[in-house]
């Protein structure tokens, strides 16, 4: 008995989505912010792009093959974790660094725990946190995007202090208006800068449903009022700065690190908004989406352990 057929609670639901049409939308999603980048950044922004995409698939297919699995590079999972990965890295990271990094999202942090679907916590965002770790100086160095067509009333790339670094008084500097925020003309990683073209992104994978909006929403609203009460500036403020916006859409949303109840993801998005407010406001780092995301992915299992989805029908006694 060799071949086992394995049997699963009715009822049976087939869709026409598979993981790599899933990472396909995502990736397509993440266009917008593609294109804004080499926009605002120049080749540097391509590069990084380019470099950590290609690696986290090399390590994906150099593992599988270490360990003689099948081949899952085809899923288009590990070209999603490359390019998000580089989305939240400054465009003036070494490439060495991209490297680096790459290897620790697909194999420690991805392949270690059995692939796609494994992980507990977000590859990219647990890569970044290790590249903090180790390089907090190149991590921290943002230069100021390209304005060539004169629309915000700069000319050239210079190293600025990210809106964040800014209020908490990191680095003296001024502090950018809503639009900037709002179209990008800020300091900061290779895809969070322009909220707009998130936005874009993140209205395909509604359409497409993708992904559902009580994470983004819940989380999004954490944040704005969150900051907005505790802190002197407002609720647009803080949703349009740092990289709100790409981990609201594209990073809390992940599948294998959020919860399956809409009540488990209720509660998951509104603890990370929270921890990313109180980190941003009286910590010591001016970011907290990173770490906020990673500690609630953490907690998700438990969340998932007593907030069950509602069953479909249930069992009723009878008297034979």
Known sequence: MDNKLIVSYAPHIRGKENVSLIMRDVLIALIPALLGAIYFFGIRAIIVTLTSAAFCVLFEYAWNKFTKKKNSTGDLSA???????????????????????????????????????????????????????????????????????????????VTSATPLACVKGVEASVIPSISNLFFGYVGGCIGEVSAFLLIIGAIYLLIKRIINPIIPVTYLAAVGIFGAVFSDFGF????????????AFFMATDYATSPVSHLGQFIYALGAGLITGVIRIYGGYPEGVTYAILIMNIITPLLDKYIKPKKFGKAVKTNE
């Open 236 to 247: 647009l403020f803080h949703i349009f700065s740092g990289g709100v916006i790409l981990a």
């Open 79 to 157: 070209i999603v974790t490359g390019v998000l990965l580089a989305f939240t890295l400054p465009p003036s990271i070494p490439v060495y660094m991209v490297i680096i990094g790459d290897a620790f999202a697909i194999i420690i942090v991805k392949c270690f725990y059995g692939g796609l679907g494994g992980n507990f916590v977000n590859p990219a965002l647990a890569a970044r946190a290790f590249l903090m770790a180790c390089w907090p100086v190149a991590m921290t160095s943002y230069p100021m995007p390209f304005d060539k067509f004169g629309l915000f009333g700069g000319a050239d790339a």
